[in-house]
């Protein structure tokens, strides 16, 4: 355990009282429409008028420099894109592989893309970048709208994720499996002789430059982009690999694993039965073999190949996982929760398996969220109340940047433990750790969970457990959902594994005393990782494990939550943060 210290800056802007993302989308029949750019006014900023004096002392006119490419600068990360003068600054931050927090999507209504201005010239902001400033501090633009006039230099108000640095190249015929997650990309490399696992690594997911969830990305596809959000998977998978070690030579076999959506853009087919009712699983060819090799990626002789859903949203990460836990050759009531931005429930019982799926978000993946990131050196895994003291610990025993998924869920679950959060989700500062509470401008009430200056400091705000609260909600609701259309009752249920990029961090009280799971499952969880990642992997190992899964699968059924008439109702009753 480690006692909180002070951070490296956390510190983004967000709109004032923006209305979180809603954990009931799959419950809407809203067709997902292209975003047009906003219009941008005449006027002209002083950075504007700055760097067209500089020029004009050049002898260079403006007109002569919108024809030719200009520098895009990033810091710290020092990388730099050149870019089309009315480029905006998220795609030229997408075009060198920079992830900028973007989790609306580039709606401008968000403000986790604002970066800061430091030198240079961005066209003057238009419309809904002006709605989306009102509150932000002097020199901060949104990258997702401001749009490039020359050369300019800028900086992250949240730091932008940059992919792993690649290992040293393994060496021999080695097989991987890759969990295509919506947040991160995980990959592990194994000697298909020996059985051994040599490495594994995780990157981030490229495509959230696109947006925090699926429907995001979806929308972006529609709108023109999917050969981009395809690229931006396979460089994830690339990097992911790369940091693993993946050998010069190539890999023999490699399976991908992940949600409808994700497959669906990485394979470069049309994801648009995803977004708009009634919910389809959209047409994913096995055989990846080509594009993975396109991207360096096989040997001479390899082969790659995807894991296909089941149903619309209950993707190949959940048959890999129903692999890994051997969830369907199961004799007792066995379920499967896989806690992802698309949460998954399985469950074996009377002799078959019930799956299903909600909209849960990225806050159990540590995305969306104000001080939240994936499972890399740095992130808060678990948070303690000691007294009047919170003790972290971090993994890698770094700096604590962010909160990891687990570092989420548990300091939720210790706030609500030390009474500064309710059963309704309102923080208040009333009690042991009352120095740390403090209310902004905007007025919403947040907590410093490390020393140093608010500017520095990771902290968790009211937003972030309203987003947190729509997450915990999908989740129970969906584990509800089996269990009523099996007539299974809690108690009956033997054993409850937990999926999630988490490892050994998640404590499984804290999912039953915030009542994301029942009650009766507090002595029947299991902790077990990453099972895509796992299922992913014995499928590299054994093509026939693949096929042998699909057929087990066959004759799951499928249950579409938002089609009970209840649904909205239980919806929102599982908000509250209480064991049931």
Same mark, same amino acid.
């Given at each position: ?5 002070? !951070? ?20 809407? @029949? ?9 219009? @941008? ?5 002083? *950075? ?7 020029? !004009? ?22 990388? @730099? ?22 989790? $609306? ?7 986790? $893309? ?21 509150? *932000? ?16 230099? +800028? ?27 919506? @947040? ?98 959209? +047409? ?86 104000? $001080? ?21 610990? +971090? ?186």
């Amino acid at each position: 355990m480690r006692s909180a210290r002070s !951070s490296r800056p956390c510190r983004g802007w967000r709109r004032s009282r923006a209305s979180p993302s809603r954990a009931t989308a799959s419950s809407s @029949t809203t067709v997902l429409t292209p975003i047009r750019p906003c219009s @941008t006014s005449t006027s002209t900023s002083w *950075a504007v008028a700055r760097w067209r004096t500089a020029w !004009s002392r050049s002898s260079r006119s403006s007109r002569r420099v919108a024809s030719r490419r200009v520098p895009v600068s990033f810091e710290p990360s020092g990388l @730099t894109a050149w870019v089309a003068p009315g480029t905006s600054v998220l795609s030229a931050a997408r075009s060198v592989g920079l992830l900028l927090n973007a989790p $609306c999507g580039g709606r401008g209504i968000c403000g986790g $893309c604002a970066v800061k201005v430091l030198e240079g010239a961005l066209q003057a902001p238009g419309a809904t970048e002006l709605s989306g400033l009102s509150r *932000a501090p002097k020199g901060v633009r949104l990258a997702c709208h401001a749009l490039v006039e020359g050369p300019v230099r +800028v900086k992250p108000s949240i730091p932008a994720q940059t992919g792993p640095a690649p290992a040293a190249p393994l060496s021999g015929s080695l097989v991987a499996g890759v969990d295509l997650g919506t @947040t991160g990309v995980a990959a592990v490399l194994i000697d298909p002789r020996s059985g051994a696992e040599l490495a594994r690594a995780t990157a981030p997911n490229e495509q959230a430059a696109w947006g925090a969830d699926v429907l995001s990305r979806i929308s972006a596809a529609s709108a023109g982009h999917g050969d981009e959000l395809a690229t931006a998977a396979w460089r994830s998978i690339a990097a992911a690999l790369a940091a693993a070690g993946v050998p010069d030579e190539g890999l023999a076999r490699l399976v991908i694993a992940g949600n409808s959506a994700m497959v669906a853009l990485a394979a470069g087919v049309d994801a648009s039965s995803l977004g708009v009712a009634p919910f389809s699983a959209p +047409v994913i060819p096995e055989d990846a073999t080509d594009v993975a090799r396109a991207s360096g990626l096989l040997a001479e002789a390899g082969s790659a190949s995807f894991v296909g859903p089941l149903a619309s949203f209950v993707g190949g990460d959940t048959v890999a996982a129903i692999a890994a836990t051997g969830l369907a050759g199961a004799d007792e009531p066995v379920m499967l929760v896989d806690l992802g931005t698309n949460a998954e429930v399985a469950l074996r019982a009377r002799g078959s398996v019930t799956v299903t799926s909600a909209p849960a978000g990225p806050a159990f993946e540590g995305g969306g969220l104000r $001080c939240a990131g994936p499972a890399l050196p740095g992130a808060v895994t678990r948070v303690r109340v000691q007294g009047s003291e919170l003790a972290l610990e +971090v993994l890698g025993s770094a700096e604590p940047l962010w909160l990891a998924g687990s570092g989420v869920v548990s300091v939720i679950a210790a706030l609500r433990d030390a009474g500064h959060i309710g059963a309704d989700g309102l923080m208040h500062a009333s009690g042991p750790l009352s120095d740390r509470f403090r209310t902004d401008d905007d007025g919403v009430v947040r907590i410093r969970l490390t020393d140093g200056g608010a500017e520095a400091a990771v902290e968790l705000t009211q937003l972030d457990v309203r987003a947190f609260q729509l997450a915990k909600a999908a989740v129970r609701v969906a584990v509800d959902g089996v269990l009523k259309a099996t007539r299974t009752k809690p108690r009956g249920v033997t054993r409850v594994d937990v999926a999630g990029a988490f490892g050994a961090a998640l404590d499984p009280d804290d999912l039953v005393e915030l009542g994301v799971v029942p009650d009766e499952f507090r002595d029947r969880i299991n902790a077990v990782g990453n099972a895509s990642l796992a299922g992913a992997a014995a499928f590299a190992l054994e093509s026939e494990a693949q096929a042998e899964t699909m057929s087990a699968l066959q004759g799951a059924e499928h249950v579409e939550l938002a089609a009970d008439a209840g649904f909205n109702d239980a919806l929102m009753r599982a908000t509250e943060l209480k064991r049931s």
